[in-house]
């Protein structure tokens, strides 16, 4: 268990299970605090370069009293496929791809908005997602959409920029993307890493 997590890599997968916690202390000399006014920094990255990345993360800390984990993960000529799991815990998860398709694995608790961007791509919501999912806008390769009820979220009555719920953000160049939940049936998915990992 950690609270900052960052693995790069170039020519070799990145792949298992990782636990964070976002309340737990970390080494100050390890991890100094961003300057003022600089972006928080992710408490997961995962970069490759020529290799996929297959990741199972699961969020630990209590999301009555945490602030939302953020995470990256990006890859140059390689695959995405990453499943999430939480405890409650908000989050805020950003892939970026090049050459490779991405598939995002969501927890059913996730209610926040999802926000596309592709070149040479397609974007597939799963049976389940997508009777569940508003769509706002579908401009050429960028799309807008909000899993859940927006309304009741609070979404949009204040800056979606200081939005603090759920978010999904996918890009990617030449690459499909899909979305499923983390405990659906997908077809002709490969269940040998992910059986190992919930044991079903």
């Given at each position: 268990?950690?609270?900052?997590?960052?693995i790069?890599?170039?020519?070799?997968s990145?792949?298992?299970?990782?636990?964070?916690?976002?309340s737990?202390?970390?080494?100050?000399?390890?991890?100094?605090?961003?300057?003022?006014?600089?972006?928080?920094?992710?408490?997961?990255?995962?970069?490759?370069v020529?290799?996929?990345?297959?990741?199972?993360?699961?969020?630990?800390?209590?999301?009555?009293?945490?602030?939302?984990?953020?995470?990256?993960?990006?890859?140059?000529?390689?695959?995405?496929?990453?499943?999430?799991?939480?405890?409650?815990?908000?989050?805020?998860?950003?892939?970026?791809?090049?050459?490779g398709?991405?598939?995002?694995l969501?927890?059913?608790?996730?209610?926040?908005?999802?926000?596309?961007?592709?070149?040479m791509?397609?974007?597939k919501?799963?049976?389940?997602?997508?009777?569940?999912?508003?769509?706002?806008?579908?401009r050429?390769?960028?799309g807008?959409?909000?899993?859940?009820?927006?309304?009741?979220?609070g979404?949009?009555?204040e800056?979606?920029k200081?939005?603090?719920?759920?978010?999904l953000?996918?890009?990617?160049?030449?690459?499909?993307?899909?979305?499923?939940?983390?405990?659906?049936?997908?077809?002709?998915?490969?269940?040998?890493?992910?059986?190992?990992?919930?044991?079903?």
């Amino acid at each position: 268990t950690t609270n900052y997590l960052v693995i790069e890599r170039v020519m070799t997968s990145i792949q298992g299970s990782w636990r964070i916690d976002t309340s737990k202390r970390m080494p100050s000399a390890l991890f100094p605090k961003p300057e003022e006014g600089a972006k928080p920094k992710p408490h997961l990255s995962l970069q490759t370069v020529g290799a996929k990345i297959n990741a199972h993360i699961e969020l630990v800390a209590d999301g009555r009293t945490q602030p939302r984990a953020i995470m990256r993960v990006s890859t140059v000529t390689g695959s995405i496929e990453i499943a999430t799991s939480t405890l409650g815990q908000k989050f805020s998860l950003h892939c970026q791809g090049v050459n490779g398709s991405m598939t995002v694995l969501l927890p059913r608790s996730f209610a926040g908005p999802i926000n596309t961007q592709k070149v040479m791509g397609k974007v597939k919501l799963s049976p389940e997602i997508q009777p569940l999912t508003f769509t706002f806008s579908e401009r050429g390769d960028n799309g807008k959409y909000f899993l859940g009820d927006y309304e009741s979220c609070g979404y949009g009555e204040e800056d979606t920029k200081t939005w603090d719920g759920d978010e999904l953000s996918l890009e990617t160049v030449n690459g499909d993307l899909s979305v499923w939940y983390v405990d659906e049936e997908r077809p002709q998915a490969k269940k040998g890493f992910w059986k190992a990992v919930f044991g079903s």
